[in-house]
Nanobody, 124 residues
């Protein structure tokens, strides 16, 4: 079983940057896909980005392309979401998730393990 702990959220002005980190522990295979999702108040959970643990595939949602970058560090066993040019509409709780199937998916139901989330607030 995989345990995920997010950190790095906070309050930032529009146009600013934040770096979210997801610490991964437990048994993780090279075919795992690691994803970031977010959920704003009153809205459904939304896909942000995923990357394969092997690093050979990644995908970003259209809403964050060119602004957010997902990466993973095999030595530190972490997954990072670098968020630049933040907008007020990026305000949400951000969740790290793990998909053991290796398919690479934007559907939250395909992810078996979730972190507790970290709050990101972007002021205008």
């Amino acid at each position: 079983q995989v345990q995920l702990v997010e950190s790095g959220g906070g309050l930032v002005q529009a146009g600013g940057s934040l770096r979210l980190s997801c610490a991964v522990s437990g048994v993780i295979a090279s075919n795992y896909v690691m994803g970031w999702f977010r959920q704003a108040p009153g809205k459904e959970r939304e896909f942000v980005a995923y990357i394969s643990w092997s690093g050979d595939s990644e995908y970003n949602a259209d809403s964050v392309k060119g602004r957010f970058t997902i990466s993973r560090d095999l030595a530190k066993i972490t997954v990072t979401l670098q968020m630049n040019s933040l907008k007020p509409e990026d305000t949400a709780v951000y969740y790290c998730a793990a998909d053991p199937s290796g398919r690479g998916s934007s559907a939250s139901g395909d992810y078996a393990s979730w972190g507790q989330g970290t709050q990101v607030t972007v002021s205008s």
